[in-house]
């Protein structure tokens, strides 16, 4: 088939790249989920042994959902769009504020989506590193770029994914004052991390907070997501997105999750919490380098190891995500903190490994 019927986009794009042949004997450390499905699944289900009018449209508008994730955010509805996943929710921010050409600005190792989904919708990437080792941002550097490329978009991803880190308020603050940008922050590891920007939405009209209910609920399966701003962007996100995109299913898993399972979603959250110390203990033990992290993941260094130790893990029917021959991660792999009976398996994997 001749290349050229293809878009200038479809010509030279690559599938994103998803580890192959997983089965349910697997234990999955490769994809910053949760250990277990959400406790009120069976309620759910129940529910919709029950009654289940799926041979209808469900409410376009998601009016009870957005109503308990305003609450759950502390904010109105008027500032919440339901996506149908984080990453279709970049979509949309890249089709409501990029041109053809138009620049925005990545931090890398950073979620590559935010390249992808941008550059599919004619978008061109500008990178400003965070700093080599601390993976902090590089604050002067990324606003004194913004202002040379004219930028659209900045990306800040807190906790950053795959590294953990976080940035303080301040710094947020200072780029969205000083970038001229639409300045979005995707906090869909907040819970892990504790803090949000989620009140600076009232006072900066060019933010946008970017969530999911893939991690902190448990629900990645599901694919729902949501992102929050101003009401004017608000309404343009509504504009662009599908009108009937999240499967009735799904939005209401979580509705049942933000009305039964909050108090469950905290218990979870302290759980992963305490595994992330103790993870990091023993991973520092076995002499690997770990980098603090504030998510429920580690990025940790296994220099020229990495890919060696993963096929042997994987052979065990354990999977970790290799990031070693990705550009500012060489040796390093991301490992999710799962349970605490996985954990003690993975960590006597390794030690027979290593
Ligand atoms: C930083 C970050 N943002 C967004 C997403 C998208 O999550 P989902 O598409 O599952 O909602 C992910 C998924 O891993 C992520 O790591």
Redesign the pocket.
């Known amino acids: 088939m001749k290349n050229t019927y293809f878009s200038k986009i479809a010509q030279t794009i690559e599938p994103y790249q998803w580890e192959e042949g997983i089965t349910e004997q697997m234990l999955r450390f490769d ?2 989920t949760l250990p277990f499905p959400p406790k009120s699944v069976e309620r759910f289900l129940n529910a919709m042994a029950k009654r289940c009018p799926i041979n209808e449209y469900a409410d376009p508008t998601y009016a009870t959902l957005k109503k308990l994730i305003a609450d759950y955010e502390q904010t109105d509805v008027s500032m919440i769009t339901i ?1 149908n ?6 979509d949309i921010i890249a089709k409501t504020f990029i041109n053809p050409q138009d620049k925005f600005i990545v931090q890398p190792p ?2 590559e ?2 390249s992808i989904q941008c550059e599919m919708n004619g978008g061109k990437q500008i990178e400003v590193p965070l700093i080599p080792k601390t993976f902090a941002m590089d604050v002067n550097t990324l606003i004194e770029t913004s202002k040379n490329v004219t930028a659209k978009l900045i990306f800040i ?1 807190n906790p ?3 590294t953990g880190t976080t940035y303080p308020q301040a710094e947020i603050e200072r780029i969205l004052t000083e970038s001229n940008c639409i300045v979005v922050v ?1 906090e ?2 907040r819970e892990f991390y504790g803090k949000s920007v989620v009140q600076l939405l009232t006072k900066y009209d060019n933010l946008v907070i ?1 969530r ?4 902190f609920a448990a629900m ?1 399966g599901a ?3 949501y992102l929050i701003s101003n009401p004017t962007i608000n309404n343009k996100f509504d504009g662009i997105r599908l009108p009937m995109g999240v499967s009735y299913l799904s939005y209401k898993l979580a509705e049942y999750v933000l009305q039964f399972d909050k108090n469950w979603i905290v218990k979870q959250v302290q759980m992963i919490i305490r595994e992330r110390e103790r993870l990091t203990y023993e991973l520092t033990k076995l002499g690997c380098i770990t980098y603090p992290s504030q998510a429920n993941f580690l990025l940790v260094d296994l220099g020229g190891r990495a890919q060696e130790i993963c096929k042997k893990l994987r052979d065990n029917n354990i999977l970790i995500r290799d990031r070693s021959t990705k550009k500012y991660l060489e040796g390093c792999v991301r490992i999710t903190v799962r349970s605490p009976e996985e954990n003690t398996k993975l960590i006597a994997n390794l030690k027979q490994i290593l």
């Open positions: 994809a910053n996506t996943s984080g990453d279709e929710a970049l950073t979620y989506m935010f991803c950053n994914n795959p995707d869909v590891y970017l999911s209910f893939s991690k990645a694919r729902i997501g």
